[in-house]
């Protein structure tokens, strides 16, 4: 029997590898977007700080430009919040 | 556009009231209104303490910049504690002020506050006069507390008859009920010097 292949569509799936399931700040699944993105993906992307806590990188900026002073550590840890560079 | 604050409201108040941990915790949350910024939250009196068996209603509100911002918490329930005021339900906390993190849920305050009850603060008072007795005359302040955990928490457990009678005694003079076991807990029980501070 000889198959002739005409066409194929691809399909794939993504999915971010974090160590949590959910953003700390907004709590929207790392795998969906935070509240003022409408899609997810690299519209929203996620960012390590250097204590290894991971948030979506516009719920974490809004909490460092915050107005109060402990805001400049990680919301789960405390530590100075510092991006890791990849 | 649904606001963060809003969105998240809403995923916490599903966490809160499913899971029970937090019914074994003796902890509810309830809303007061449809766009999730007004709550009462409820936390029991922890065991072992002044205030085991007694409920506490707290007014929990919610600011549009949550959860950058902490939530505005404060007791209704009157109770007697060096961190919470006696006459506003005021509470010092530092999560609930400068050390509020966004990783932080309703119901981690609500077991935060569950555990300031087990273990009071006395040198970061909220109320001076009850840290004060909680210093220097623990014994009358566990009385005190306990008392208040069963007249205004609901507390069924043992109260302090003689503080009862006390209060009875300058409610016959004519004095307010609340008043006067204001004046009373905060003069140590001395019947003369809490009608003293009540005619000043």
């Not at chain 1, 993504?14 to 690299?42: E, H, L």
């Not at chain 2, 959860?67 to 999560?95: E, M, Q, Y």
Request: proline content about 6%; hydrophobic content about 35%; aromatic content about 10%.
């Amino acid at each position: 029997m000889k198959v002739t292949i005409k066409g194929y569509t691809g399909v794939a799936v993504w999915k971010w590898v974090a160590n949590d399931d959910t953003c700390g700040i907004c709590r929207m699944p790392f795998d969906s977007c935070c509240n003022d993105c409408k899609y997810p993906g690299d519209d929203c992307p996620l960012v390590w700080g250097q204590c290894s806590h991971c948030f979506h990188m516009h719920c974490i900026m809004k909490w460092v430009n915050g107005n109060q002073k402990s805001n400049q550590s990680c919301p789960m840890c405390r530590q100075a919040w510092k991006i890791k560079e990849k | 556009m649904v606001s963060i604050a809003t969105a998240r409201i809403k995923r916490e108040f599903k966490e809160v009231v499913t899971s029970d941990e937090l019914t074994k915790c003796k902890i509810k949350l309830e809303l007061l209104n449809d766009n999730f910024t007004e709550l009462k939250g409820e936390i029991g009196g922890p065991p072992d303490t002044p205030y085991e068996g007694g409920t506490y209603q707290l007014e929990i509100k919610i600011p549009e910049t949550y959860p950058f911002n902490p939530p505005k918490v404060r007791f209704l329930t009157k109770i007697w504690h060096p961190n919470i005021s006696s006459v506003t339900g005021a509470i010092c906390l530092d999560i609930l002020k400068d050390q509020w993190a966004a990783a932080m849920t309703l119901r981690t305050v609500l077991l935060s506050l569950q555990a300031l009850l087990a273990t009071p603060e006395p040198d970061d008072p909220q109320d001076a006069v009850v840290a004060n007795q909680y210093k220097t005359n623990n014994k009358i302040f566990v009385k005190t507390a306990r008392h208040w955990t069963n007249i205004y928490a609901g507390s069924t457990l043992a109260a302090e008859p003689e503080f009862d009678s006390k209060v009875k005694q300058l409610i016959d003079m004519g004095f307010d009920n609340h008043k006067s076991r204001v004046a009373l807990s905060s003069h140590l029980w001395n019947v003369e010097h809490a009608i003293e501070s009540l005619y000043n």
